[in-house]
T-cell receptor, first 114, second 112 residues
């Protein structure tokens, strides 16, 4: 069963506009959520995270929102830049899991058009 | 400070051949992980090592073995490669303090 789902395989936006990437999860034990960014032929790099005790976390152009009741989180990028074009993975971690195991979603390919 | 390094970057095997993927980290992290990435399936955990001397199965361990050689190094072995193991393999590490994992550049493996 897919405990973390990213239902949009791809998203295309214009430079300067907002990009919104979505992620849903089913496991209520997840208490920490992360977004990773991946360029072709490179490993994923950590972007931003949020603890379940918060509903919003900002870092520059990137903001992550968490709605625990809906088991939904989203990543907002404002303004979007062509260099943001990459695959974005949502990941979740559960309390008590040893070694900080992460469960990843399928990824969303973001394309920002100049 | 190289972070997480993986060797080789690319490998082509024939069905039934064996090989070992190497991973090393220089961040003094306790935990290390092996993932595979397949199109449309995200990253799936193969094996992980929460600390030196321990290893545990992840989501897709069949056909693989691992060795945590020391705190720095964590290797992944395919004893008898199959075409279904064609994938991109990523190694990652994390400290005890938080769930953020740091990834290597990956190994692209093709099994013919």
């Amino acid at each position: 069963d897919q405990q973390v789902k990213q239902n949009s395989p791809s998203l295309s936006v214009q430079e300067g506009r907002i990009s919104i990437l979505n992620c849903d999860y089913t496991n209520s034990m997840f208490d920490y959520f992360l977004w990773y960014k991946k360029y072709p032929a490179e490993g994923p790099t950590f972007l931003i995270s949020i603890s379940s005790i918060k509903d919003k976390n900002e870092d520059g152009r990137f903001t992550v929102f968490l709605n625990k009741s809906a088991k939904h989180l989203s990543l907002h990028i404002v303004p979007s830049q062509p260099g943001d074009s990459a695959v974005y993975f949502c990941a979740a971690s559960a309390v008590g899991t040893s070694g900080s195991r992460l469960t990843f979603g399928e990824g969303t390919q973001l394309t920002v058009n100049p | 400070n190289a972070g997480v390094t993986q060797t080789p970057k690319f490998q082509v095997l024939k069905t039934g051949q064996s090989m070992t993927l190497q991973c090393a980290q220089d961040m003094n992290h306790n935990s290390m992980y092996w993932y595979r990435q397949d199109p449309g399936m995200g990253l799936r955990l193969i094996y992980y090592s929460a600390s030196e001397g321990t290893t545990d199965k992840g989501e897709v361990p069949n056909g693989y073995n691992v060795s945590r050689l020391n705190k720095r190094e964590f290797s992944l072995r395919l004893e008898s490669a199959a075409p279904s193991q064609t994938s991109v393999y990523f190694c990652a590490s994390s400290s005890s303090g938080g769930p953020e994992q740091f990834f290597g550049p990956g190994t692209r493996l093709t099994v013919l």
